[in-house]
């Protein structure tokens, strides 16, 4: 960071944000101006939205955001609510482990700490699916704790301030030393949305808007003129690509479903009835030894999904046949309703 001091950078951010934050559903007003440490916000608010933004933006959390608070408006009557609900309005927020683990922090939260979350890193930390990141978000902006608060947007504008070249995954170690060195208790929750902010729409990743910066004069990279290619892009590499069926029976215009395992990729969500999904190729012989029932199974088409760490190229076949009694299903008028993952929307949506 050019010469100018922990002390003075803070200030500037602080004083940006309190005229520029954004305006988001689970935050309080930035606190800057009332000269006190920032007040305890709403904890729950604030751990539903961080465990949401984990792979989600923040235009795709703002919906999802009020259907589980409106559906569930605290961490008891998310507690109390079936798995099955939670997973269902999962739907589309990333991994479902991370429902899992989201209802199983809701009912420890509620059942055994008397619905309140711990104030610090520590207590949160051993709570279900709280990593350090969550851990040390919740205990910032739900408590005013001051804790090291370093996601994605933050290691950028920490590279440029300090001049990191290496990309962001090579230098996420010494990227949060740096962002600890400027870590104080002064308005401990505003100081670390306001670097999130900072980031998300001034320190963006490609064009960042250094005029319009409020702590430019701070940024190593802005004065030496590199911020563009401060930090370095990481060299591609190419994603694995996977193979698979999926099976679509259809009663009338009832979709034939399946729960899958509880554990890996997908747990616990209704999906169509299909094969593992795999490196090598399925010939059709192989892929219909799978199949649900022993009716007329015709390819229908391929759909293309993209996870995290792997392309899903999956082979959809369709036939009309008896639902079995109790099984569960999906109304192909209504999909929506259904709750199902959005390979599994792709994949009946090529139903006729």
């Not at 101006?33 to 604030?46: D, F, G, L």
């Not at 022993?294 to 088409?301: A, F, L, N, P």
């Not at 299903?329 to 929506?336: H, R, S, T, V, Y």
């Amino acid at each position: 960071m050019v010469n100018k001091g922990k002390r003075g950078f803070r200030s500037a951010l602080l004083d940006w944000y309190a005229a520029h934050a954004r305006q988001l559903p689970w935050r309080t007003p930035p606190q800057v101006k009332s000269n006190k440490k920032t007040k305890r916000t709403r904890p729950y608010e604030v751990w539903l939205s961080e465990v949401m933004l984990q792979q989600t933006t923040v235009a795709a959390v703002f919906p999802r955001f009020a259907a589980f608070t409106q559906r569930w408006p605290s961490v008891a009557a998310l507690a109390d609510a079936p798995f099955e609900d939670v997973a269902q309005e999962w739907a589309g927020l990333g991994y479902y482990a991370r429902a899992r683990n989201l209802h199983a922090c809701a009912k420890v939260v509620a059942d055994t700490l008397g619905g309140e979350f711990p104030e610090n890193e520590a207590g949160l930390l051993e709570l279900p699916g709280i990593g350090g990141y969550t851990a040390a978000a919740v205990a910032a902006i739900a408590f005013g704790q001051p804790t090291n608060v370093v996601d994605g947007n933050v290691e950028r504008v920490m590279a440029r301030l300090f001049a990191v070249e290496a990309p962001l995954r090579e230098a996420k170690v010494e990227l949060k030393r740096l962002a600890g060195l400027l870590v104080d208790a002064d308005h401990a929750g505003d100081y670390a949305q306001a670097l999130m902010d900072l980031g998300a729409t001034i320190c963006t990743p490609r064009s960042p808007k250094c005029l319009l910066c409020p702590v430019s004069t701070f940024c190593a990279a802005f004065e030496e003129g590199r911020t563009k290619s401060i930090p370095a892009k990481p060299v591609k590499t190419k994603r694995p690509v996977r193979f698979g069926a999926a099976f679509a029976l259809v009663e009338g215009r009832k979709l034939l479903l399946e729960r899958r395992p509880p554990q890996g990729l997908l747990g616990g969500m209704l999906g169509l009835p299909g094969t593992v999904w795999s490196e090598a190729k399925l010939d059709e012989k192989t892929a219909l030894a799978a199949a649900p029932a022993k009716v007329d199974w015709k390819s229908v088409g391929e759909i293309r999904h993209v996870f995290t760490h792997f392309e899903l190229r999956l082979r959809v076949y369709s036939a009309s046949g008896r639902l079995q009694k109790g099984a569960p299903f999906a109304d192909l008028n209504d999909l929506g309703k259904a709750g199902l993952p959005t390979v599994f929307k792709k994949a009946a949506a090529v139903v006729k």
